[in-house]
């Protein structure tokens, strides 16, 4: 009987250990989905940040533009100045503008870096989607592969089971 309890101790055991090598499958797979979905969510959310930079950045370029005419009409309007008061506030006023454009530019040239910063994660998290993807889809295959052979298992060590419960007294 000593013996009896021994093998059916082992045969319990590895039971229990191919019932969790079972279902641990299915949390495998959860889990490399979940990764896929966020890297889904991080890139999403990188694009919406470079469509807001660039978003940004053409406002920038849009008043850049409007100032620049703007400066065109001062400057025809101080060839029309009829006294040098007025020609000074004209010449100030554009030179004010002028000193803004530069600040626009430079805002714009860093919204620019900042757009192809942004790109470049973008790029590097499609590729970082794309190896998640396909380690996704392998470890979906090796854990359909795995189930049919641990159940095929299960079952053989079942039926040992049952065996051996028949032949206790």
Partial sequence: TGEALRELHRIHRQLSDLNSRLARGPKMV???KQNVSQLD???EQAKQATKSVKMAADQRQLQLRS?????????????ACSSNREFQTLKDQIAADEMANSVL??????????IDLHEEA????????EKCGI???????RVDKERGQLEAEIA?????????ESGLP
Avoid: P
């Fill in 135 to 141: 380690q996704r889809d392998s470890v979906i295959a």
């Fill in 41 to 43: 969510e991080k890139l």
């Fill in 105 to 114: 530019s430079d805002e714009i040239l860093e919204l620019l870096e900042k």
């Fill in 67 to 79: 100032s620049e005419e703007n400066i065109l009409k001062l400057q025809g309007k101080m060839n």
């Fill in 30 to 32: 959860q889990a490399a």
């Fill in 156 to 164: 053989r060590v079942q039926q040992l089971l049952d065996e051996s």
């Fill in 122 to 129: 973008i790029a590097r998290i499609t590729s970082e989607l």
